[in-house]
């Protein structure tokens, strides 16, 4: 699948990777489509087998605040919005780490990992923890010791150990804070400020989180599991050409191959998020060198000579965003003058042979003549393949490109066509609607 990696109607953030046995299932909060408010009321697992990281699964609700069509609430103290799970395994039992909105935060348990998870207890404890007891955002790690250690902390980074018998009893004496230096002399883009997200890589601890400033997915190592973490970078900024807000994820590695997953927005909304992927590499000193957005997804590359759904674009400037019209409809919309849509990345194969190459679009039209610039590897300085002129009305638009070998991003660039002293009265006109696009030989 190409980002975004569920199917397109689903709103997966937050997501925490994990393997079990041979599925990789993905723990996140659930968006609302037409919500103004981060998150719901219930929790959902998808998961894929490593075979076929294409093959998707929704596993359906696993926990709940406010009772559901099929299943009741699992929190009798509270009906506020679940956040940012996380589950582990621990001696054959799978544990759920909700995080409620201004309330305790709740533990479940399940003999299977995607759930569904019943409530095991809200956390208990008896001597010092952080976050007034709500664990915002926790990310549990058990070591290879069978020790536990639960991660959390919204502004400021906490932890605390469990009873690995329990799994819900914070043990005394083991608050640590800060996880991460948080000293006012520290950048913004390196203090902590939530997502807390714990791994063990060989001997090394990695704490992935979110920044107080940026998009920024960041990360910290550590010798021992209680820290202290030391700042070590960022993975991810998934605010760069596109529309931003916040981030939060992980990573895992599938079938030898190490993973960011991640989210980005949708719906001219920071509360409309859904779930990628792109491939990182850790390197033999432990640091992750910083990646692109992409729309590959699991995808080694994208074939220009199929369909291409506009909402895969990983570069949106100019004022433009993906919007859901309905379940089986999403288009790039708000599209004016100087926006421009990208795709990374298009493999064009080796073959010049043929009549040469066209260039589809569907879109839908706003009553404006216009034009799009197709351009190769940069949307300013790359190299210009073709024009496409848009009408008014909806319909399929096409024009002949230069010939395309080898790997590319792509860029569509609008333009308005209205010129002179009329220009200035359609200045700022949507222009069109993009909903696909393909490449014909």
């Not at 993973?259 to 390197?283: D, G, Q």
């Amino acid at each position: 699948m190409p980002n975004p990696i569920l199917p397109f109607w689903e709103y997966i953030p937050d997501g925490e990777p994990r393997v079990f046995g041979d599925r990789v299932y993905l723990y996140g909060s659930h968006d609302r489509v037409a919500g103004d408010a981060f998150c719901d009321f219930k929790l959902k697992v998808w998961s894929a087998p490593l075979n076929n990281l294409n093959a998707w699964q929704c596993h359906g609700d696993s926990f709940r605040t406010r009772p559901g069509k099929n299943r009741g609430a699992d929190t009798p103290w509270t009906d506020h919005e679940l956040y940012a799970p996380d589950v582990i395994e621990k001696d054959g039992k799978y544990y759920l780490y909700a995080y409620i909105v201004g309330a305790k935060g709740a533990v479940g348990v399940s003999d299977r990992p995607e759930g569904p998870f019943r409530l095991l207890s809200t956390y208990r404890y008896t001597d010092r923890v952080g976050d007034e007891g709500i664990f915002n955002d926790a990310g549990v790690l058990v070591d290879t010791d069978g020790r536990v250690y639960v991660y959390y902390g919204f502004t400021q980074s906490h932890m605390n150990e469990l009873n690995p018998d329990t799994m819900c009893d914070v043990l005394p004496g083991s608050y640590r804070h800060p996880v991460i230096d948080d000293a006012e002399t520290v950048p913004e883009e390196r203090r902590f400020y939530e997502a807390s997200s714990p791994r063990k890589i060989g001997d090394s601890y990695y704490l992935i989180y979110s920044p107080r400033k940026g998009s920024r997915l960041a990360y910290a190592t550590s010798k021992s599991p209680t820290g202290p973490y030391t700042y070590r970078g960022y993975i991810i900024d998934n605010g760069v050409d596109y529309p931003a807000g916040n981030n939060h994820g992980s990573i895992a590695c599938l079938n030898g191959q190490w993973y960011v997953f991640y989210h980005r927005m949708t719906n001219h909304s920071i509360t409309s998020r859904r779930a990628c992927v792109e491939k990182i590499t850790i390197l033999p000193d432990g640091s992750i060198p910083p990646v692109e957005m992409t729309s590959l997804g699991f995808e080694d590359a994208l074939d220009p000579y199929q369909i291409t759904p506009a909402e895969i674009a990983c570069v949106l400037t100019g004022g433009c965003f993906i919007t859901e019209k309905d379940v089986f409809t999403r288009v790039i919309t708000d599209v004016t003058d100087g926006c421009v849509m990208g795709y990374k990345y298009f493999d064009f194969g080796d073959d010049l042979t043929g009549d040469g190459l066209t260039l589809a679009l569907n879109v839908k039209g706003m009553g404006v003549n216009c034009r799009v610039h197709v351009f190769l590897d940069d949307p300013k300085e790359g190299r210009e393949i073709g024009v496409c002129g848009i009408g008014t009305g909806d319909g399929v638009y096409k024009t002949a490109v230069q010939p395309v070998t080898g790997r590319h991003a792509l860029y569509l660039a609008a333009e308005n066509k209205i010129e002179g002293w009329m220009g200035q009265f359609f200045e700022n006109r949507r222009l069109f609607e993009l909903e696909s696009f393909v490449f014909l030989k």
